[in-house]
């Protein structure tokens, strides 16, 4: 068995070979939050495909163990073609493995995210197509009275020729329209959410939500809010800043504005109608030879990074020449302030960072304070100039002053930007450790 570092899971030493009960380990499959996936195989004479042993942690609270209950009640309870079958489950009882709970599922070829890293953005009937079988498990499990509570791409997987909703880890039981959900995403927490306390009644529709973000990354590879990091795009959500997606089809583009990312929760469609409109978006593009439009990022142009399962996967970032800028351009006539810099150039640091900084909408770069150009080249200071008789120099003290002035300003600038970056590093220091917080309190409990 492979040594450990103190304070590691055991489940985190499981090998191929290793044997747990009936089930022989074939390979690693990912990790998640709390367990480990592995492609088992039953020792057996039937003739029965491989299958996915999803194995958690050690389990010592009672907390925990009754989500997992819930978590199995729900693959088991609610059947449909585009939902996750589960098929057993068990305890592992002996040493090294003792208070482990085992899953046995179906086995998943892929999941979303990875496809995306993969090949790129799904063309626009394709993942028309993919998000309206998710829509119908999703309208299933409402039916039952169910709340996922954690859709998007590294839940939707694909097995065989299926495309499913799995991962019910966060599912709650419905109280009308209403269920207690835990730990959603950041990424596709709705807005409400944002003033409701963890553990606060979350409606249906914010599946729906979490569905149009689905469908907007699948379809582009990028998220629909712009931002470094998940608190920056939800907080663009709160504002309902949205991220330019050129080349997005305006079908598509129509379902996820006007049925899912609906601030007004109850002006939302339900998962049966975004299932309808995106097959009725379908049946159109096949109606004109294929998908009415390309993918707006060709996976040569914009390549996705690949990640494990169960992590949130980095999706590419649009070269800064291809956004829209950030005001309209000045009228004709005018002069822009002098020391600015075009948005279509960017700095080189600013140019890696747009290579590795996930579902990031760039930001103009903002040139260093020194490299400003001086007072003299503006309109007014060109004027002085052309009325000084040749020869003579330009007064000091007014182009001193003004050249304090450009300084100050440009220090401003430069601090604001400081300041924002450590408000957003604090920001996210405070939500891992309330996020650790609260772990150890599940564990303890």
């Not at 990912?30 to 029965?48: I, M, P």
């Not at 942690?57 to 088991?76: H, M, N, Q, V, Y």
Request: charged share 20%; hydrophobic share 40%; with cysteine.
């Amino acid at each position: 068995m492979t040594e450990l570092p103190p304070g590691a899971s055991p489940v985190d030493a499981i090998e191929p070979g290793t044997r747990l009960r009936e089930w022989e380990i074939i390979r690693f499959v990912g990790r998640g939050s709390y367990g480990v996936v592995f492609e088992a195989r039953r020792s057996s004479w039937l003739d029965e495909p491989p299958r996915a042993l999803k194995i958690f942690d050690p389990i010592i609270s009672s907390a925990a163990r009754s989500a997992l209950l819930g978590e199995f009640s729900t693959l088991t309870d609610v059947h449909h073609p585009h939902l996750l079958a589960g098929i057993d489950a068990f305890d592992l009882v002996e040493p090294p493995y003792a208070g482990c709970v085992v899953f046995v599922l179906e086995l998943a070829d892929e999941d979303l995210s990875h496809r995306i890293a993969r090949s790129g953005p799904l063309p626009p009937a394709e993942a028309a197509a993919v998000v309206a079988d998710v829509a119908d498990g999703l309208a299933a499990l409402h039916a039952e009275g169910r709340i996922h509570g954690d859709v998007k791409p590294e839940n939707i997987l694909r097995v065989g020729d299926r495309w499913v909703l799995g991962d019910f880890g966060v599912t709650s039981v419905l109280e009308g329209s209403y269920a207690v959900t835990h730990a959603a995403t950041i990424d596709y927490r709705p807005p409400e959410a944002a003033h409701a306390a963890d553990g606060t009644r979350q409606h249906r529709s914010a599946d729906v939500w979490a569905l149009g973000v689905s469908l907007h990354v699948a379809a582009t590879g990028r998220h629909p809010f712009p931002g470094p990091d998940p608190m920056m795009r939800y907080a663009a959500a709160l504002r309902g800043e949205r991220a330019p997606a050129p080349g997005l089809a305006p079908g598509l583009a129509a379902i996820i504005d006007d049925g899912c990312l609906v601030a007004d929760r109850h002006q939302r469609l339900d998962a049966v109608g975004v299932a309808a409109r995106l097959r009725a978006f379908g049946a159109d593009a096949a109606q004109r030879g294929g998908s009415a439009l390309p993918s707006s990022v060709p996976p040569s142009e914009a390549p996705v990074s690949e990640t494990t399962a169960f992590e949130t996967t980095p999706f590419e970032t649009t070269p800064l020449s291809e956004t829209t800028p950030l005001s309209e351009p000045p009228p004709s006539g005018t002069t822009p302030l002098s020391g600015t810099t075009p948005l279509s150039e960017t700095t080189p640091i600013e140019a890696e960072r747009s290579e590795t900084m996930p579902f990031e909408t760039q930001r103009p770069s903002i040139p260093p304070p020194f490299e400003a150009q001086p007072p003299s080249s503006s309109p007014r200071f060109q004027t002085q100039l052309s009325a000084a008789p040749q020869g003579d120099a330009m007064p000091s003290a007014p182009a001193s002053a003004a050249a304090r002035r450009w300084l100050v300003l440009a220090l401003a600038v430069v601090a604001t930007v400081v300041l924002t970056q450590v408000v957003a590093v604090a920001s996210g220091a405070l939500l891992t450790a309330v996020t650790a917080r609260r772990a150890a309190y599940l564990v303890i409990s």
